[in-house]
């Protein structure tokens, strides 16, 4: 029983190292404060460690990490508006070697949750329409259509604040 918790563990570990930037991020994007998401984080890696589940490869391995931190994300949402909380908003710190585009994800942040996590999974993880789909257990046509609501306001927030054509 002990190798089988310390496999279980060190798969977790592994997992952590590989998807644990991706899992921050997509809490942040609900969030928009780190203490929260590395809070999300943690819960996803219990998650894990309760459930023990096994995946068909990778793809499927990473799209369960993050539906799990995308729900726990919300649930910590539903959570804040019945309580009420002021949660300071703090940066995301950006890559040195990419170009600063957080004034891009700023105005992300302002687009309503349905548009805001479609855009921010189709750009930032860089999944289909059809895995976003998937993942968000909606039509692909909705997440299509979200997805082009999503940059029609995105640039509506973008012309306005920062006077791009």
């Not at 309760?50 to 499927?60: G, K, L, Q, V």
Request: include cysteine.
């Amino acid at each position: 029983m002990g190798d089988c918790n310390q496999a279980v563990t060190e798969r977790a570990a592994a997992l952590m190292d590989k998807y644990g930037n991706i899992i921050l991020r997509v809490a942040y994007s609900y969030l928009h404060n780190m203490e929260d998401a590395e809070d999300i984080l943690q819960d996803t890696l219990i998650q894990f460690l309760r459930n023990n589940p096994t995946f068909a490869n990778d793809s499927h391995e990473k799209a369960w990490l993050i539906t799990v931190a995308s729900n726990l994300s919300k649930n910590k949402i539903l959570y804040l508006k019945r309580r009420q909380s002021d949660e300071l908003s703090e940066e995301l710190v950006a890559d040195k070697d990419k170009e600063d585009l957080s004034y891009v994800w700023e105005a992300v942040k302002a687009l309503p949750d349905k548009y805001r996590e479609v855009v921010h999974l189709f750009y930032q993880e860089g999944y289909s329409t059809k895995e976003i789909a998937e993942i968000l257990s909606r039509n692909e046509s909705t997440v299509r259509s979200d997805l082009k609501r999503g940059r029609d306001k995105l640039k509506k927030i973008l012309k306005e604040a920062y006077d791009f054509g």
